[in-house]
C-alpha cells in the first residue's frame, strides 16, 4: 500500500509558476523544493508541507526575478527596451490595416453600405481591432522571451509591467491634477492596454513552458508522477 509522503504532490500552481521562473543552470531548484516538500509531509503532514511550499515558492521566485538582474541585467534591459518598441510599433497596426480596407470604400472597392450595415460593420471592425492588438501583444511577449533566452519570464513580466505601468500612472497623475475633467472615455484605450500587458507575460509563459517540456529529460518525467 502506497504511504501518505509518497502520494503527497505540491501545490500545482505554485511549482509550476517555479518551473517557469527557473533559469536553465538553476533547474535543480524544483528538485529540491520537492525533495524537501516529501520530508516535510512525512513529519508533519501534506496540509503543513503544502503551505511550507507556497510560502517558499514565493520567495523562490522573488529571489529569481531579483538574480536575473542582476546576473544578466543588459539582457533584460536590451530585450525590454526592444520589445516596448516593438509593441509600440504592432499596438496600431491592426487598426491600420483595418482603416485601410475602410478606405477602399471610398473608391468604389467595397459595396455601398447603408446606415444598419455600416453601423454593423464598425462595430465588428472595432472589435478586431481589440482583437488584433491583444494577438501582437501575445506575440510581442513570445519574440521577447525567445530572445531572453533562460530569463524569459523576467524579461516579459518587466515588459507588461512597463507597458501598463507608464500609461497607467500618466492617466492617474493627469486625473488628479485636473479633477474636474476626469476624462472616462480614456478608460477603454487603458483597459486595452493592460490586457495587452496580461498577454505579454501570457506569451513569455507560453514560450517558458515549450522549452521546459523540450528539455526535460524522462527522469524528470517518472519524478513528477512517482505513482506510475
Known amino acids: 500500500m502506497m504511504t501518505q509522503e ?8 505554485a511549482a509550476w509558476l517555479v518551473d ?8 535543480t531548484i524544483a528538485g529540491d523544493l520537492l525533495e524537501e516538500f516529501s520530508e516535510l509531509a512525512s513529519k508533519l503532514g501534506v496540509t503543513s508541507a503544502r503551505r511550507w511550499y507556497r510560502r517558499q515558492s514565493v520567495k523562490t521566485i522573488a529571489h529569481l526575478f531579483a538574480t536575473a538582474f ?9 530585450t525590454t527596451v526592444a520589445g516596448y518598441y516593438l509593441f509600440g510599433f504592432g499596438y496600431g497596426l491592426p487598426e491600420r490595416v483595418i482603416v485601410a480596407i475602410l478606405n477602399l470604400h471610398r473608391h468604389g472597392v467595397v459595396p455601398y453600405f447603408t446606415q444598419s450595415q455600416m453601423d454593423f460593420h464598425i462595430f465588428w471592425l472595432n472589435s478586431g481591432i481589440y482583437v488584433g492588438r491583444l494577438l501582437v501583444s501575445l506575440l510581442v511577449g513570445c519574440i521577447v522571451a525567445m530572445a531572453a533566452k533562460g530569463r524569459e519570464m523576467v524579461a516579459a513580466m518587466t515588459l507588461g509591467f512597463i507597458t501598463a505601468g507608464l500609461p497607467w500612472a500618466g492617466y492617474l497623475l493627469w486625473a488628479a491634477k485636473h479633477r474636474d475633467a476626469f476624462p472616462p472615455a480614456f478608460l477603454p484605450f487603458l483597459v486595452n492596454i493592460l490586457g495587452g500587458s496580461v498577454l505579454i507575460v501570457v506569451g513569455g509563459g507560453i514560450v517558458r513552458k515549450i522549452r521546459v517540456s523540450r528539455s526535460a529529460s524522462p527522469a524528470d518525467y517518472l519524478r513528477s508522477y512517482p505513482d506510475h
Open 6 to 13: 509518497f502520494r503527497a504532490r505540491p501545490p500545482r500552481i
Open 20 to 27: 517557469l521562473f527557473a533559469p536553465d543552470e538553476t533547474e
Open 70 to 78: 542582476r546576473d544578466a541585467p543588459w539582457l533584460i534591459a536590451c
